[in-house]
């Protein structure tokens, strides 16, 4: 069973906290994606990474960064949140070649105060 | 850009058949997705289907693809409560590429009434 594993289900913050949301994969897939879901906005890219060290933005990346310094492991970062960041975070991975599915983990809950 | 388009809402009775319809733009789909989403929870991939088929079917789930119309429909059969979810449908465009990027609808939320 493919196993994608975020660090918390809900987490609160406050308004210009510098947030790291954690996305851990045990299946040694290339590539791994950073999601945001919101109501009537279906989900949206953040960022997506296909190497370590390698990232590229998505849709929507204003506000985040990332971070891949290991295969395993793809952090999300709110460098300074902001209430309009609160939102479901979802992660994703998906190994290389052909058309193979993303899996998702079980998303974060996030709220900003 | 590439859009998929599905509708928001769908209401059905406990043992009836519920259809969920999408539409896409991308002519260069090669597969096309279905992931469901209980509450509270992450997408789980249900089914997928290549674009050079027109039907797949696994147990109560059967997909049907018209690549003409750029229509994907998900039917399930004699539909429970268990079914209950947020059904997204998703295309993939990029032809074996090495991101695998997918565009996703909204979600049709599936009620079923008992």
């Known amino acids: 069973d493919v196993k994608v594993t975020q660090s918390s289900r809900y987490l609160v913050k406050r308004t210009g906290e510098k947030v790291f949301l954690e996305c851990v994969q045990d299946?040694?897939?290339?590539?791994m994606f950073w999601y945001r879901q919101d109501p009537g906005l279906g989900l949206r890219l953040i960022y997506f990474?296909?190497?370590?060290?390698?990232?590229e933005k998505g849709d929507i990346p204003e506000g985040y960064s990332v971070s891949r310094e290991k295969k395993e492991r793809f952090s999300l970062i709110l460098e300074s949140a902001s209430t309009n960041q609160t939102s479901m975070y979802l992660c994703?991975?998906?190994?290389?070649?052909?058309?193979?599915?993303?899996?998702f983990g079980d998303g974060t809950r996030l709220s900003i105060l | 850009g590439e859009d998929v388009e599905q509708s928001l809402f769908l209401s059905v009775r406990e043992g009836d058949s519920s259809v969920i319809n999408c539409t896409y733009t991308d002519s260069s789909s090669t597969y096309l997705y279905w992931y469901k989403q209980e509450p509270g929870a992450g997408l789980q991939l249900l089914t997928y289907?290549?674009?050079?088929?027109d039907m797949k079917q696994d147990q109560r789930l059967t997909v049907l693809l018209n690549k003409k119309d750029k229509h994907l429909s998900l039917r399930i059969a004699d539909t429970q409560t268990g079914d209950s979810a947020i059904y997204f449908c998703a295309e993939s465009s990029d032809y074996g590429g090495s991101q695998g990027n997918l565009i996703f609808g909204k979600g049709t939320k599936l009620s079923v009434k008992p």
């Open positions: 299946m040694d897939h290339e590539n």
């Open positions: 994703a991975i998906r190994s290389y070649g052909g058309n193979q599915p993303q899996h």
């Open positions: 990474s296909y190497d370590v060290k390698m990232k």
């Open positions: 289907i290549f674009s050079n088929m």
